[in-house]
């Protein structure tokens, strides 16, 4: 029987012929003329005039470049979901602030803005939110409420590329964001990210910081005839080798996207029955919200069911992980991260979570397969 897999990563037309162009220029390095490239697509396919940001070689790096672009100081606060990957958290603690966990939402598993305004402190610097499975956080009452503190708004949007918010795409929401192209995301270039910011002055900074603390970007568009040590930075910027494959995929993101969206919806009207009948829940998507089809889950009734629907799938050769474990559960997250409140959603909804395949070379047939089974064992269990 053919294995269904959780994930292969994206494919598009152009990834050879363009490594062959980018191998034979003799430009290899970050920053280059593929990087550049990069940037003025994706600034047409979010349907933007204009945007400043970097490609970077992950979300982590991005999310690390922000950290370092907030200049938190040991014992700053930022608010953020427990359920997240660790890099959202690192990032902070790394800059020995404190990452501080408020509850997510029972119905898109997104940071519960509700919650935010009880969590903040006269050491809160910021807020992180992470549009889970690329389905946006409510921005409009969380940009409202850090005006109101003056805090800014980081938006971790590793999964949420051509999401939309209000019809805005997600990444230019808050003040800064950070995107993924792991291979595990919809486009990738193996281990990739990007970095976009709404201010000016926080990009001529980016640019040094991500440049080992260099005005190397103004030496290379030839503002000046030597650079130095500017500021203290790091190595952040995607080489043009793996932004040449990136460029491939973003040329095909919408078709991408699109894609994932119908196979998406394939899984949603099949399993409309179960959630009728009670067994399962199915995810919520806000009316205003577009979502990118990053990621299709069940909620099922028991962490207990979930673990044995996951098992009996691995059985039939469907490979279905569970995702996130809240990081204030995790040693890391004891150690250096505090909650805000209680997070019962957070303590409950992660452990009933199943995630189902989804990638560009699945099948309806596949989805079918998928579908029948959980069905087949979800009626047999209840009955
Ligand atoms: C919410 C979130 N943030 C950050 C990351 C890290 O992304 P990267 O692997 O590009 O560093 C991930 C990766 O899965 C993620 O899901």
């Known amino acids: 029987m053919k294995t269904i897999a959780f994930n292969t990563p994206t494919c598009a037309d152009n990834e050879l012929q363009n490594l062959q162009e980018v191998m034979r220029s003799g430009r290899w390095g970050g920053g280059g003329p593929w990087a550049q490239r990069c940037l003025k697509r994706m600034t047409q396919t979010f349907g933007l005039q204009t945007a400043q940001g970097l490609l970077t070689h992950s979300c982590t790096a991005s999310l690390e470049l922000c950290a370092l672009l907030l200049e938190l100081n040991a014992g700053d606060e930022v608010i953020m979901p427990s359920f997240t990957f ?69 938006e971790d949007a590793a999964q ?30 193996g281990e990739g990210g990007a970095f976009f910011c709404k201010s000016s002055e926080d990009f001529r900074r980016a640019e040094i910081l991500c440049e080992k603390g260099t005005n190397r970007h103004e030496f290379l568009r030839g503002e000046v005839d030597r650079y130095t040590w500017r500021d203290i930075g790091s190595t952040f910027l995607l080489s043009d080798i793996h932004a040449a494959v990136l460029d491939a995929q973003i040329q095909q993101a919408n078709a991408i996207t699109q894609r994932r969206l119908q196979l998406w919806q394939c899984y949603h009207q099949a399993l409309a029955p179960l959630e009728f009948q009670g067994l399962i829940r199915r995810p919520i998507i806000p009316p205003h919200v577009e979502s990118n089809g990053h990621i299709y889950y069940l909620i099922l009734n028991s962490s207990e069911l979930r673990d044995r629907l996951m098992q009996e799938l691995r059985n039939h050769h469907i490979n279905c992980p569970f995702h996130f474990i809240p990081l204030h559960s995790a040693p890391a997250g004891i150690r250096h991260t505090r909650t805000a409140g209680a997070l019962p959603q957070t303590e409950d909804l992660p452990y009933r979570l199943l995630r189902l395949p989804l990638h560009q070379q699945l099948l309806e047939n596949d989805i079918q397969r998928v579908t029948d089974t959980i069905t087949a064992c979800l009626s047999h269990w209840a009955s």
């Open 160 to 189: 949420a590329y051509l999401s939309r918010y209000h019809g805005r795409p997600a990444g230019f929401l808050g003040d800064m964001s950070a995107f993924s192209f792991h291979e595990t995301k919809n486009l990738s270039c």
């Open 86 to 154: 660790p890099s959202t958290a690192n990032a902070v603690a790394l800059r020995r602030a404190v990452p501080v966990f408020v509850d997510i939402r029972q119905d898109t598993l997104n940071i519960d803005e509700t919650r935010i305004e009880a969590a903040i402190t006269p050491r809160t610097r910021a807020i992180i939110v992470v549009h889970y499975a690329g389905v946006c956080c409510e921005m409009d009452t969380i940009n409202h409420l850090a005006q109101h503190y003056k805090l800014r708004v980081i």
